[in-house]
């Protein structure tokens, strides 16, 4: 039998990179799996081709910047699968912008989607969860939470945020039964893998650059049914380089 066999799971970003992988990787594992992403995306074709190869996908367009977007989303995903087992909170975007240029519009427009979407997305999740009396959350957050290149203030500021909502969420809802985590992805090629370089592979313990595997098989570990003493963390997979030391030598 499949992992998730019968489990219905939600993965927001599911349009490309880790969300794509992230559904595809659940509905190999028997889940009946909704995917949504920006209208226009390609979600309507990721979930076609889940469904040709014998899963079960439906997309749902949306913008989780908007928060009546969110609520009808989850209307559909009721209305689909009647129940919600798991969400996989992967939507997300940045704007790399010197903060003396950076517009209070476009700070807005990074927090609405990063942050207040994983909020109201978890929020309607567990509302769906709470009838069942179990659920799994996990959100995406970032190595930038911890660590940070130059003109990256509005996405950094969002994925400390997601990791301090991590937290607060899994005290709210651990009474309802619903378990709330969070990953932060370090270096995960969605492109080529085959062109990176051998420095960039050296530069990480683990010896390589990660892939959207990786991260898959987290979401599998943080949302398996019987890890429900797995509550609040947030699991850096990133081949170490966050606990690596650099120095400059002369």
């Not at 939507?91 to 010197?98: D, E, M, T, V, Y």
């Not at 769906?128 to 930038?144: D, E, P």
């Amino acid at each position: 039998m499949n992992q998730f066999e019968g489990q219905t799971v939600l993965v927001t970003g599911a349009g490309g990179g880790i969300g794509r992988h992230v559904a595809q990787g659940y509905a190999a594992q028997g889940a009946k799996v909704v995917l949504t992403d920006l209208p226009g995306s390609s979600g309507k074709e990721i979930a076609e081709a889940i469904a040709q190869s014998g899963g079960s996908a439906h997309f749902v367009p949306a913008d989780l910047g908007r928060p009546e977007e969110v609520v009808r989303l989850f209307e559909e995903v009721r209305s689909w699968a009647g129940t919600l087992d798991i969400l996989i909170n992967n939507a997300g975007f940045g704007i790399w912008k010197s903060p003396l240029e950076l517009e209070v519009e476009e700070w807005d427009s990074v927090v609405n989607l990063n942050l207040r979407g994983t909020f109201l997305c978890a929020r309607e999740a567990a509302k769906l969860m709470k009838a069942a009396g179990k659920g799994r959350i996990v959100n995406m957050a970032s190595t930038r939470a911890e660590m940070s290149e130059p003109n990256s203030e509005a996405y950094a500021a969002t994925k400390g945020g997601i990791v301090a909502l991590t937290h607060a969420l899994a005290l709210s809802l651990g009474p309802l039964g619903v378990t709330v985590n969070c990953i932060s992805p370090g270096w995960i090629e969605n492109g080529d893998y085959g062109a990176l370089r051998d420095v960039d592979h050296e530069q990480h313990p683990s010896g390589r650059v990660g892939r959207p595997d990786d991260i898959v098989r987290a979401c599998f570990y943080l949302t398996d049914a019987g890890n429900d003493f797995v509550n609040g963390i947030n699991l850096t997979v990133d081949g170490g380089m966050t606990k690596k030391m650099i120095y400059v030598e002369d």
